[in-house]
């Protein structure tokens, strides 16, 4: 089955180098973003020698990398100095800091100064309203909406995302994001809704084939994994 994904946009997500490079040469990637927890789990310790290391090995897409200061002065140093990295560099700028305080008017600096940002961990659309009525008519921007997180509380996350794309209606220059993907159906979700872009892993994008199988033929393969495996293992009664 063709994948139809209306317009939507995969972007990978990651800091695994060997993965992304693997990526940046898959037709249907269009971009990279990476978070300090991310970057942790990949053993990455020297954060500007990775940013820069990865910049030269995607210098023609979207790349996303985030401040991790709680001060929002300090976040606005790390900010413009992430942003001078290349012109394909979009800063990641929680939507508040660790005491809940917004970050809009952090926001506002750093769109006025022409950085191109990526906000991010929000979770309401009142938080996506007050996103776009402080970076509409800026500079380029993503807004990162987390469905998956949203899902994890037991909650459908697609009336919040039809709902925040309704509220960028007529703001150009932003784009939302499906973020902290959890599985296939949500590439389904978001490209049946609009959505400009959505994350995934490494490991999503290898089950993209999978999208439309026959179920009848999904079956019998799955009974015959089981049985190789079965064998392969040397299992007796």
């Known amino acids: ?10 972007f990978a997500d990651g800091a695994d180098r060997a993965g992304i490079l693997n990526l940046r040469d898959h037709p249907m990637v269009k971009g990279f973003t990476t978070n300090p927890t991310l970057m942790r789990s990949a053993g990455i310790d020297d954060f500007e020698s990775f940013a820069l290391d990865l910049l030269q090995l995607v ?59 990526n906000v991010t961990a929000l979770m309401t659309v009142a938080q996506v309203e007050r ?67 959505i994350t995934v892993t490494h490991d999503l994008l290898n089950k993209l084939p999978t999208l439309g199988r026959d179920l009848d033929e999904f079956s019998l393969d799955t009974v015959k994994m089981f049985h190789r495996d079965a064998e392969h293992a040397g299992y007796s009664l």
């Open 131 to 197: 996103t776009v009525a402080t970076l509409a008519g800026g500079p380029p921007a993503f807004i990162s909406v987390f469905a998956g997180r949203i899902a994890d509380t037991g909650r459908d996350p697609i009336p919040i995302m039809r709902d925040s794309l309704a509220a960028m209606t007529g703001a150009s220059n932003l784009e939302l994001i499906w973020a902290s993907t959890r599985e296939l159906l949500n590439v389904v979700q978001a490209a049946s809704i609009g959505c400009h872009i």
């Open 1 to 10: 089955m063709a994948i139809d994904l209306n317009g939507v946009k995969l």
């Open 59 to 117: 210098p023609d897409r979207p790349v996303s990398f985030e401040v991790f200061s709680d001060d929002f002065d300090d976040m606005e140093d790390q900010a413009r100095k992430i942003a001078s990295w290349g012109d394909n560099v979009f800063v990641k700028v929680p939507i508040s800091n660790t005491r809940g305080d917004s970050s809009a008017e952090l926001q506002q600096r750093l769109a006025g100064a022409g950085v191109k940002i």
